[in-house]
């Protein structure tokens, strides 16, 4: 059962950026497209935005542009570069395949904006 591991998230004021960082077990990465969710108190978990085994990219459509999604498949990560943060991004935030494995949630990374 693979699990992934996610990192990098904290306190930033709106306007800021963070970048947060997914990492799961070696040779797993590369068979999989993969996708960033995200859950907010009170919400459904919804995608972020998602990454196929070539790089192609795909984002929620309310992001317009402010997040980038990338991975590496030699390190076995996936990146999720967020900018121009607002109060309304604040969740937390999971990896996974796309579509997801429900098996296969980790613990996340909270994002908290905030002035």
């Known amino acids: 059962q693979v699990q992934f591991v996610e990192s990098g998230g904290g306190l930033v004021q709106p306007g800021g950026s963070l970048r947060l960082s997914c990492s799961a077990p070696?040779?797993?990465?590369?068979?999989?497209?993969l996708g960033w969710y995200r859950q907010a108190p009170g919400k459904q978990r919804e995608l972020v935005a998602r990454?196929?085994?070539?790089?192609?990219?795909g984002y929620a459509a309310s992001l317009k542009g402010r997040f980038t999604i990338s991975r590496d498949n030699a390190k076995n990560r996936v990146d999720l570069q967020m900018t121009s943060l607002k109060p309304e991004d604040t969740a937390r935030y999971y990896c996974?395949?796309?579509?997801?494995?429900?098996?296969?949630w980790g613990q996340g990374t909270q994002v908290t904006v905030s002035s």
């Open positions: 996974n395949r796309f579509p997801f494995d429900n098996n296969a």
């Open positions: 070696i040779n797993f990465f590369s068979i999989y497209d």
């Open positions: 990454i196929g085994r070539g790089g192609s990219a």
